[in-house]
């Protein structure tokens, strides 16, 4: 009896083997299957990936003949441009020039007046503090000079 058992117990563990068997070759088969999908998607991803990139490429280039021929065919223009600007800056700089150099002239015109207008106020003062004498200086026309008093500091 017991080895009637026994026998049933191998035939029972060989039939578990078997099933299980076929269980994984069958979980096998469905990742070799997804393995293969995959695989064949990356390759047409990297088919696509390479004929994007060949467009781009032929984009850049065309678009860089494009900005070249553009700079070619402007440079002149731009030339013309840059010198009319460049004239236009002279002709304020030659102008700001004159003016400052006329705010010059003017000023020493002014000095003038004003060191005139000092010398005749200095010697209206100077006759009005000494009455009606006027000294020798002023009538020599040379430059008086007044005295300040203590209480005008």
Partial sequence: IHNMSL????????????????????????????????????KAMMQDYKKEGGKR??????????I????KSS?????????????????DLKGIKDSVSDIGTI????MSHYHEDRMEAAKSWA??????????KEEAGEDVKIKKSKKQD
């Fill in 7 to 42: 026998a049933t117990e191998m035939n029972a563990t060989v039939g578990n083997i078997l099933a299980t068997r076929d269980t994984r070759k069958k979980a096998l088969h469905g990742v070799r299957t997804d393995t293969k999908q995959i695989l064949s998607d990356a």
């Fill in 57 to 66: 490429k032929d984009d850049v280039v065309e678009r860089a003949k494009d």
């Fill in 127 to 136: 006759s009005l503090s000494k009455g009606s004498k006027i000294s020798h």
């Fill in 75 to 91: 440079t002149k223009g731009r030339m013309d441009d840059f010198k009319t600007m460049m004239k236009a800056i002279e002709g």
């Fill in 68 to 71: 070249k021929e553009f700079l």
């Fill in 107 to 110: 000023t020493k015109k002014m």
